[in-house]
């Protein structure tokens, strides 16, 4: 697949602007950051002086990416080769404190079966090493993608009504109000950043929390 990737652009403006209430510090080359849920690969390039590394959840997805980003095989040695592996929100293959930074850019809230939100706060926060920061995204419960939801309890939803039928069927968190993201992180995390992403894209409502917390000591 040729089709140019672009990041998004909050993200953007997260690694490389200047904002009076975002207190992370910016990543300095050499520095590492996993990428969970990282899709098409489209944030890697803005990554390119870090050592990335990335998640999807099935081979095959993880396959082509690994062929995208690293030809054939991948050379530990090359700074520029992203080390992608299989892995879950609740499940991320590497050993605890490996990671200076951490996205979850639109992909901690998807639940699979028989894990709880929980798990996936614990499992960010294990992978990252004190003093790292967390970036993360969450759709609100404004979002286009909760349209006709059916709420399951605990905060949990079904999805039943997503313009792009993409979601449908899936099991979701959300979070109706930044203090609610606050409490499902704190035990981990501290210093949160916020910010909100609200646009009427010609009648579909992109509504998101975006926060930014450091992984407590």
Known sequence: NTEMMYPAEAVIRIFKGQYPNLKMPKPKAGDSILDIGCGDGRHFPLFYELKAAGTEITPEIVEVLRK?????????NNPHD??????TCASLPWPDASFDYLLAWNSCYYMPANTRFEQHAEEMARVLKPGGWLVCSVPKTSCFIFKDAELIGGGYVLIKDDYFGLRNGELMKWFPERSHL????ATFFTDFCHADIDIDMFGLAYNWHV??????A
Do not use: H, M, Q
């Not at 995208?68 to 530990?76: H, K, V």
């Not at 606050?182 to 992180?185: D, L, P, V």
């Open 68 to 76: 995208r980003f690293n030809g054939s095989t991948r050379d530990a």
């Open 211 to 216: 926060f930014v917390a450091e992984r407590r």
């Open 182 to 185: 606050e409490g499902a992180f």
């Open 82 to 87: 992203i080390d992608i592996r299989i892995g």
